[in-house]
């Protein structure tokens, strides 16, 4: 599932090609909206809302999508072929002269009323790329069930909106927890870190064509120089890297199932219980 800092980007690409303009092509190839003409409208803007992005337009309509695991949006220009996939995929095509939005697997697509866009995403905590982020209210969230697993309780976007499976990985490895330790046996201090931190690794990765989480913590050479740039496989602390070696200890990274999605860790680095 995409994170929030990749859907911010895809919202800000379909922003740019979209806004202010009239639509001249609209096609909703879902059952339920397979009729709806958005035609001779202007989108008035995209947004991202955690996972959830949001295009709104001209008569108080918003279509609300989600990517979930295989979804996507790409832009073509006039007469440019598409390659997002098979035609038996698309789900939407928005255009204008200058633009064509196609969104590919979308498993979430729906028309609303823009005073209705609560439906959809009301239930989401506190965005971390949003203007409603709010560290205390989703510190408060995570802990109000201190028995649950801190990888799925950093999952659960009622809690806090915008952490996938990558950032789950690597905020469990900052924090030196494995993802199944009980989210309250974290000391406070390190659980009210761990709520900045997921804040700042997202805002540093917003604009990122490539994610890291790892540039923060390479030392600067002893002239002064900046570090080294990451090779790929040292992009990320752990996740994606089973059996290779931590970066900070040597030790083998190890995978397992948590909640039918793959959870990485250092035996080494992180404490807490482990399958």
Not at 6 to 26: I, K, P
Not at 28 to 49: I, K
Request: include cysteine.
């Amino acid at each position: 599932m995409p994170e929030g800092d990749t859907v911010l980007q895809t919202a800000e690409r379909l922003h740019h090609a979209l806004a202010g303009r009239v639509l001249t092509r609209s096609d909703l190839r879902v059952p339920r909206f397979a009729t709806a003409d958005l035609t001779g409208r202007t989108v008035l803007d995209v947004s991202a809302r955690g996972k959830h992005l949001l295009t709104r337009i001209e008569g108080g309509l918003t279509l609300h999508s989600h990517l979930r695991m295989d979804g996507a949006w790409r832009i073509y220009a006039p007469g440019e072929r598409w390659r997002g996939g098979p035609g038996h995929q698309i789900r939407a095509v928005l255009g204008n002269a200058a633009h064509t939005a196609v969104g590919y697997r979308l498993p979430v697509l729906e028309l609303l009323r823009t005073r209705d866009e609560g439906n959809a995403v009301g239930h989401l905590g506190p965005d971390l790329l949003g203007p409603d982020w709010d560290p205390d209210t989703a510190l408060r969230n995570l802990l109000a069930d201190p028995a649950r697993p801190l990888g799925e309780a950093l999952l659960d976007q009622r809690n806090l909106a915008g952490i996938g499976n990558i950032y789950k990985a690597e905020l469990c490895f900052l924090a030196r927890a494995t993802p199944w330790l009980p989210i309250g046996d974290l000391p406070a201090r390190t659980a009210t870190l761990l709520v900045s931190t997921a804040r700042q690794l997202l805002e540093a990765n917003r604009d990122r064509p490539v994610r890291t989480t790892t540039a923060a913590a390479r030392p600067r050479t002893a002239t002064g120089r900046a570090p080294r740039p990451a090779r790929p496989s040292e992009n990320l602390w752990v996740y994606g890297r089973t059996h290779r070696p931590c970066l900070r200890c040597g030790t083998p990274i190890r995978e397992a199932e948590q909640d039918n999605r793959p959870a990485y860790w250092c035996p080494r680095c992180q404490t807490g219980p482990t399958p």
